[in-house]
Structures are given as structure tokens and as C-alpha cells.
Nanobody, 123 residues
């Protein structure tokens, strides 16, 4: 499974972005998928994850109510709608997929990683 993330960029605080994660090769349509992020000097942290049926399995407390994860299994694609962005959301965002239809909220639960897309939120 190869993953590629799209949609990052520079946005003002309070704005919105939508990230997409496209899978290719053996697509991730039947796999759990997730988004993680890593800010400079910080550890990689989970943002949100979703099982193969489309049920969200976890959200970081810091993004609950602002971010929404979704997926299109036919396209093997996951999305992250990010609203009410804050400067502390600035990070490289990575999409990921598990070998399994359900997975957890830790980076070790995932097997395939995309290259990351930069999200920068200005104040």
C-alpha cells in the first residue's frame, strides 16, 4: 500500500483545510486509516483514525469538535476536514493505514505511511 497526502498549506487562524490521503498499489479501502501529525521538536501524535466501515475510532482531545475524519472506500481515500484552525495545529500531517480493518490510536498500530503534508496556521 502506498499513501500520498494532499491538501496542506498556509491558512490563517480560524480558517479551514481539507487533507486527502490517496492509496495506491493495494488500496487501503478495507483497512483502518488515520492521520498523525508532528510539530517541530515534538513527538508524532495521533490526530484521528477511522476503521474500514467508516467509524471514527479516535480523535485527539485537541481537535475534537474541529476536525472530522472520513473515507471513501471505493477510492481508497481518507480525508481530514480541519475547521477553526489554530496556530498550535501547525505541523506536518501524515496519513497512515493499517494492515487490518480496525486499529488503534498509536503510531505503532499502523503499517503504511505517506510522506506528510505541511500545515501552517498563522495567527
Amino acid at each position: 500500500v502506498q499513501l500520498q497526502a494532499f491538501g496542506g498549506g498556509l491558512v490563517q487562524a480560524g480558517g479551514s483545510l481539507r487533507l486527502s490521503c490517496a492509496s495506491s498499489g493495494r488500496t487501503a479501502g478495507n483497512n483502518a486509516m488515520g492521520w498523525f501529525r508532528q510539530a517541530p521538536g515534538k513527538d508524532r501524535e495521533v490526530v484521528a483514525a477511522i476503521n474500514w466501515r467508516g467509524g471514527a475510532t479516535c480523535y485527539s482531545d485537541s481537535v475534537k469538535g474541529r476536525f472530522t475524519i472520513s473515507r471513501d472506500n471505493a477510492r481508497g481515500t481518507a480525508y481530514l476536514q480541519m475547521n477553526s484552525l489554530k496556530p498550535e495545529d501547525t505541523a506536518v500531517y501524515y496519513c497512515t493505514a493499517s494492515r487490518y480493518p480496525h486499529s488503534g490510536c498509536s503510531s505503532g498500530d499502523y503499517n503504511y505511511w505517506g510522506q506528510g503534508t505541511q500545515v501552517t496556521v498563522s495567527s
